[in-house]
């Protein structure tokens, strides 16, 4: 009689990490959040642009410095000035000084010659790419709802809501993630260059996840009222202190649990 062995199922990858770190770096998400609250504070959440604002200006800083992206996006607004306030100023975790207009024409973006945007965005930098991008994005959102207002997302989960935005084409788990956040506070986390490069350093993330993977891994470990903190503490970390090159390690409060500085870190 022979006898067939079952095979095991594959763990899930990122309750697989989640256990790892629960097991051998108990609590390091909490020590980590814990001394970026000593050295930065806790954020607070505040509205500051209206959610297709978000998405555009978004779109913009792909790449690019924030505060190119804002005076792409001032520049955007004042060539098709739009009558409906957008929301203006600075939020933390951004990298710029803030948008100083109020929105912009969608409609008039969207059917705009594209060569006419290319010139407008310039100063962010890619335009020849971000424009096309942009104006296949707003006319989607158009043929979805019949207007550009993304206001009705607040209504959904925010699974619901990532589903739908990035179902749109040039819409991906990052950006969607940015507004869904910033202009619901829904506690989705977006990973950029600055917490992906931070959360390997510490351990948070396994050195060779992708940037995709990264979002999930860190959101498993994430109770949803710190997600906000934790993606504004973490940016303005890796800005501040722990940058690409030269990292300001002896000034870091994170310095006794980071793997970048002992690789057998608790």
């Given at each position: 009689m022979t006898v067939t062995k079952r095979r095991r199922a594959k763990a899930d990858p990122v309750t697989a990490w989640h256990r790892r770190l629960k097991r051998y770096r108990p609590s390091l998400?909490?020590?980590?959040?814990a001394a970026l609250e000593t050295m930065y504070g806790r954020p607070e959440w505040q509205r500051v642009y209206d959610p297709t604002s978000e998405l555009i200006l978004t779109i913009l800083s792909a790449n690019s410095a924030d505060i190119n992206a804002e005076k792409a996006f001032d520049a955007l607004c004042r060539h098709w000035p739009g009558t409906a306030a957008g929301g203006s100023g600075y939020r933390s975790g951004w990298g710029g000084v803030g948008i100083t207009e109020s929105g912009a024409d969608w409609a008039a973006v969207a059917g705009a010659p594209l060569d006419e945007l290319i010139d407008v965005i310039r100063p962010g930098g890619l335009a020849p790419t971000k424009a096309p991008r942009i104006q296949a994005v707003l006319r989607k959102i158009l043929?979805?709802?019949?207007?550009?207002?993304?206001?009705?997302?607040?209504?959904m989960s925010p699974q619901e809501a990532l589903a739908w935005l990035t179902a749109i084409p040039g819409i991906g788990r990052k950006t969607a993630s940015v507004v869904l956040l910033f202009s619901f506070g829904m506690p989705l986390m977006p990973v950029d260059r600055h917490i992906e490069r931070v959360s390997k350093r510490i351990g948070l993330l396994p050195p060779k996840a992708t940037a995709e993977q990264a979002h999930d891994l860190l959101q498993a470990q994430l109770e949803p009222a710190r997600v906000h903190e934790a993606h504004v503490n973490l940016i303005t970390h890796g800005r501040q202190t722990c940058h690409a090159l030269?990292?300001?390690?002896?000034?870091?409060?994170?310095?006794?649990?980071?793997?970048?500085?002992?690789?057998?870190?608790?």
């Open positions: 998400m909490a020590d980590t959040l043929d979805e709802r019949g207007d550009f207002a993304l206001e009705f997302l607040a209504d030269r990292p300001e390690c002896l000034r870091c409060e994170i310095a006794p649990r980071c793997r970048y500085i002992n690789p057998k870190a608790p």
